[in-house]
């Protein structure tokens, strides 16, 4: 099982002292957060994908490939791209050039976002959100699998003789969890390709998040790619912890009122019914173990910790508890139950070559031909 953070981004005001940090100082906290994840043990960092203020992360791409040159092991994600609004020329084409540079050691998340003007900042329409992700998927994928691509669809110009470039490393395409709160076609889209279905429920109820695992499970096996129990799932999560219950409630109680998506809310509505979980970390370890009695046994658990102008030399205080005990004791508990049978999320080969000490697989080259116009891109075939 994979256990990792994630960051949305925000530039919030630290709530003793007013200030923020300057969106320089952010992108670099977040870049030290990721190195320090990969010290600490955790199998993945993921980045937000937001172009509006107060965030940052703009530019996935650019923040993933910082993080992969000073890192070795580190899976880099997304969390999320956003597969509405952006190209799906442009992502197959950045991400496998991501996937280049990280060895391999990159996935991604595909959602809509959660900033409904975003759509017309992009040229698109939010009332074709569902149909954009399903349509820009099917692009995306199809471009990662076949080169010489004719296309024609709805929302863009149509492709002749199309082939993206870099091909993707190996030949092997990033894995893909497609991120979604409330969309049943979402998680139907993730079963019929046979990819992983992440739940970011930190806001969401565990009722509710059954009903959206479920029916995914049950989708998954519906088209052929595994028993239910085999699909992947993966959780959101968040987490402030202290030496005691009373002392973390204390002092997270101000970036609590402080963030933007609680407003209204009251901290103890949200700890009982959500994933947020405020204690110690044996507290925060005996919550999300009960997370595998609501969606079975699952293979991403990501972890926000960042978020409400919470000061980063706190951050890391509560990323270096994360990682030395509550994802041991967690992992521990979680692998020692889980069926032989049900595998992790896929980890590219060369990845995990390098985190098992194999051989990597063997480079091959994209081959051009005779009938290769370096003007046009066209008659490229392998």
Known sequence: ???????????????????????????????????????????????????????????????????????????????????????????????????????????????????????????????????????????????????????????????????????????????VWHGSIRSPQIAEQAAYYGDGFFHNNIFWPADHVRRMVDLYRSRFEHYGHGRAEQAFVGLGGQVFLGSSQAEAIERYTPYFRNTYVYQGASLEEMTASTPLAVGTPEQVVEKYLGYREVVGDYQRQAFLIDMGGVPHAEVMRQLEILGTEVVPALRAELESGRPEDVPDAPLHPRHLATLTGSQPPAEEPFELTNEFDPLTGRKVRL
């Open 1 to 175: 099982m994979h256990f990792g953070i994630f960051t949305v981004g925000d530039i919030t005001s630290d709530p003793a002292t007013g200030k923020a940090p300057s969106e320089h100082q952010r992108i670099k906290n977040t870049v030290e957060m990721a190195i320090a994840a990969e010290q600490l043990g955790l199998d993945f960092f993921a980045t937000g994908e937001h172009h509006n203020p107060p965030f940052v992360p703009s530019s996935p791409v650019a923040l993933l490939a910082s993080v992969a040159a000073q890192t070795k092991d580190l899976l880099l994600s997304t969390a999320t791209t956003l597969i509405t609004t952006n190209d799906p020329v442009r992502l197959a084409e950045e991400y496998a050039y991501l996937q280049h540079l990280a060895d391999g050691r990159l996935d991604l998340m595909m959602g809509r976002g959660n900033t409904g003007p975003v759509y017309p900042w992009f040229g698109k329409d939010i009332r074709q959100g569902i149909s954009l992700a399903v349509e820009n998927y099917q692009l995306l994928r199809t471009l990662w699998e076949q080169t010489n691509v004719d296309w024609q669809g709805e929302f863009r110009t149509p492709l002749t003789d199309f082939t993206s470039m870099p091909r993707p490393l190996d030949g092997v395409a990033p894995f």
